[in-house]
């Protein structure tokens, strides 16, 4: 393990090309670096850089390291479209290990789903007539540009099948890793270790002039800058770039919309969640009322009750006194 400061601990590094001239490149980043087609073409082109970045989000050291092969690459600068371009990465680490990397820039809210398709996929890697126990380990890695669950924001979090009790793992051949690259502030002491914080870094940069100043901290993020600048005077790389980023305008502008209908039907529903609950008070007022009416009554009643009693006695007490006048009528007429 390498222990100069601007060298990756955990990845030794071979003679690096010479792409001197990209030093004297100024200005904004005309390409973003979170393009997904920018990334892809980096890793593609750059075997090194690749390592690099799977050591890092790994946490592996070199020596660990064999071989990294991307199992699905395309020819860059080729015309791309929706049903021929796969923007997830499939990779295989040591003839062993598969991995599936993604670049995601817009919150389409679905990605727990659509990681654990992703896995998934990966994972069913048994050839026919396989033993189960042969099945190679399979990775999930997203990059992301916005925070999965904004309950619980992390710069880097993995994710394992594990029981609810006890936390027992129940296999460590599935997992889920995600860069939040919005988050490079929540980054810890491990993420700096490995030289997480500068790859989000790289990222999320929009300038050459912070590159140069991130690449005087790491010898990969020189090459890989090194790279993408070399990518970026290649014009039929460039226009696959730019057409990514048009692609994301309509996303950004579709999303923004299905955001702003969320939101109205949200205060929609909020509105009618309101009003319903005026009318249950209403309903449950008048339910009150009906019931201390319905009591009232009841009072009511009795007291009419106990009247029709009282005149009720009246009445026969009046025609006891009347019988007894009469009675004392007739004796003294007697006399």
Known sequence: MLQTTNI??????????????WHSATGPLTIPMTNDYLFRALL??????????????????????RSVIINNPIILGESINDKTFFLDISITLNDHTLINLEMQVINEHNWPERSLSYLGRTFDNLNAGADYSAVKPAIQIGLLD???????????????????????????????????LTR?????????????????????????EELKMIAKQDD???EASATVYQ????????LQCEAREDFYRRQRSVQHMLDNQKDMLERQNLTIKNQNATIKNKNTT?????????????TIDNQNATIDNQNAT????TDEIASLRKQLSDALKLK
């Open 8 to 21: 990756h601990p955990n990845v030794s590094t071979p003679p690096t090309a010479n792409f001197s001239e």
């Open 44 to 65: 593609q082109r750059n075997n090194h850089v690749l390592k690099g970045l799977i050591c890092s989000l790994l946490h592996l050291p070199s020596k660990e390291v």
């Open 146 to 180: 916005f925070t999965l669950f904004p309950e619980y924001p992390e710069f880097y979090s993995t994710y394992q099948f594990m029981n609810a009790k006890n936390y027992t793992i129940y296999s460590d051949k599935m997992r889920l890793s995600v860069l939040n």
């Open 184 to 208: 490079i502030d929540l980054a810890t002491k491990e993420d700096k270790q490995y030289h997480l914080d500068y790859w989000a870094s790289l990222f999320k940069a929009t300038t050459w």
């Open 220 to 222: 990969f993020i020189n």
């Open 231 to 238: 990518l970026s005077q290649e014009e039929m790389i460039r």
């Open 286 to 298: 008048i339910k009150n009322q009906n019931a201390t009416i319905d009591s009232q009554n009841a």
């Open 314 to 317: 009246i009445k026969q007490l």
